[in-house]
């Protein structure tokens, strides 16, 4: 009998991980880190239910460190199948696996260095050296058409309107004369969708559906993102202020950059110096540009016209460590896009320390600041935050735009939901918090009338 088996992203939005076990043969969908608090981390340290050996596929949604950030680990372990996934994943994890390596080596050290791992030493998950190996194990698939795996697996993918490359998967699992068809939604995107591709609505019945549920008790708020952008941005030049906005390298640094692009074209914004300063965020935003199979049609329609959809006027990528420093030299109205997103680490914490004492500036979140991160305190209005072993007072404005999420809240899912033709056999709601995967649930039985439930870490189904 086929089976399937959670092993991640059950009361948690980390550690996406899922095993489809069929005639002997054993197909895992993603390998995400699991990452927050300590009982969620150790996780990462605990073997497998099955040898990494014995798993001969793994198939990619997008390439989160969430649902990707295993990968070196379960090679390190043994795994030698293959890893299939959309191109731009393919390229993208190229980017965020050596850099995770290298951040499990930087954590390692600074255990070492305070002396509170239990490990002694403390070592790191896997290397930056292991990361960069485990690469060429990545195959780049268009599964738009299915593809046939092996007897018992078959897939096929729809756009996700998550981030650049994201898919949702479906997986038809063969064993002697049972056929049972999977959807595993990913990280589903909101709709419509400024730069990608939105959510596609697949035609077909499905007897499971794997769907997320990170926003499965919250509504984002309607705004006009483009006018707060404005307001925000203006307010801070007229003081002769900097506007700093800790971003994600992936998608949110790119969705910025093509408001900023629409807003200052349209003569809604004077043009300013805007500076991305994040490596990974300017290696990120050429590949969101190269993948033209990835683009939304107005992404398509402005390149067509000779327009790069990613470039306001006035842009500079600082990529080297000189040019980020002559930052701090500036003294005029910009704008600096730099990472973490929550400040957690990485060139921001630079402008964020040079930045906060000043009532000029401005701070703008544009995306979720998770509980403990210095980001969520600069948001929740503390006085003052530990930069480099000293307090820094918050003077400067603080600002957040909560509308550029990526994932879509429960009224979007639902209303996704909606247009099935069919409702799935069964859903079983994963990557959310207890609370929000157990709203959604309650939310599509009570509303939608369909099978739905939530399972729990290391729940084994027969299929
Ligand atoms: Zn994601």
Not at 211 to 235: A, C, F, M, N, W
Not at 240 to 259: D, H, N, S
Not at 282 to 290: C, H
Request: glycine share 8%; aromatic share 8%.
């Amino acid at each position: 009998m086929p089976t399937l088996t959670f092993l991640g992203a059950t009361g948690t939005v980390t550690g996406s991980k899922y095993l489809v076990e069929a005639g002997g043969e054993r197909l895992m969908v993603d390998c995400g880190l699991f990452q927050g608090d300590k009982e969620l981390r150790l996780r990462n340290w605990n073997p497998l239910p099955v040898p990494a050996s014995g798993i001969q596929w793994l198939l990619l949604t997008h390439a989160h460190l969430d649902h990707v950030g295993y990968i070196p680990r379960l090679i390190k372990d043994g795994f030698r199948g293959q890893i299939l996934a959309s191109s731009s994943t393919v390229d993208l994890a190229k980017i965020v696996l050596p850099d995770s390596g290298h951040l499990q080596e930087e954590d390692a050290e600074y255990a070492n260095f305070k002396k509170y791992s239990k490990h002694a030493p403390a070592l790191p998950l896997y290397t930056y050296e292991e990361a960069v190996k485990s690469l060429e194990y990545l195959r780049p698939i268009n599964a738009a058409q299915p593809i046939e795996i092996s007897s018992h697996f078959t897939m096929r993918t729809f756009f996700a309107g998550h981030i650049l490359g994201a898919r949702m998967i479906e997986l038809t699992v063969r064993e002697n004369d049972k056929v049972k068809k999977i959807l595993f939604s990913g990280d589903l995107g909101r709709f419509p969708q400024l730069i990608i591709p939105e959510p596609a609505v697949p035609e077909d019945g499905f007897d499971y559906m794997l769907l997320e549920s990170t926003y499965g008790d919250r509504l984002h708020p309607k705004e006009d993102i483009g006018q707060r952008l404005v307001g925000i941005v203006q307010h801070a030049a007229r003081q002769g202020g900097t506007v700093v906005i800790p971003a994600f390298a992936v998608g949110r640094t790119q969705e910025l950059l093509f408001l900023l692009r629409e807003l200052i074209e349209a003569n809604e914004l004077a043009s300013l110096p805007i500076h991305v300063d994040s490596p990974m965020a300017i290696d990120v935003t050429q590949l969101y540009e190269a993948h033209r199979e990835d683009h939304s049609p107005v992404i398509d329609a402005l390149e067509k016209g000779g327009v790069n959809p990613f470039s306001p006027p006035n842009l500079h990528f600082d990529k080297s460590v000189d040019e980020s420093k002559q930052l701090n030299n500036a003294h005029y109205p910009m704008v600096i896009i730099s990472a973490s997103g929550m400040a957690t680490g990485g060139r921001v914490i630079h402008h964020l320390e040079r930045c906060l004492p000043d009532h000029r500036n401005t701070i703008l979140f544009v995306g979720f600041q998770a509980a403990g991160t210095r980001g969520q305190a600069i948001q929740s209005g503390v006085k003052s935050v530990k930069m480099h072993g000293r307090n820094v007072s918050v003077r400067a404005r603080v600002e957040t735009i909560e509308g550029l999420s990526a994932h879509a809240d429960y009224g979007e899912i639902l209303a996704w939901l909606a247009r099935f033709a069919k409702p799935p056999g069964k859903t079983f709601l994963v990557h959310g918090e207890p609370k929000a995967s157990e709203a959604l649930c309650q939310c599509i039985v009570q509303q939608l009338r369909w099978n739905a439930t939530v399972p729990t870490y290391l729940q084994k189904v027969t299929l």
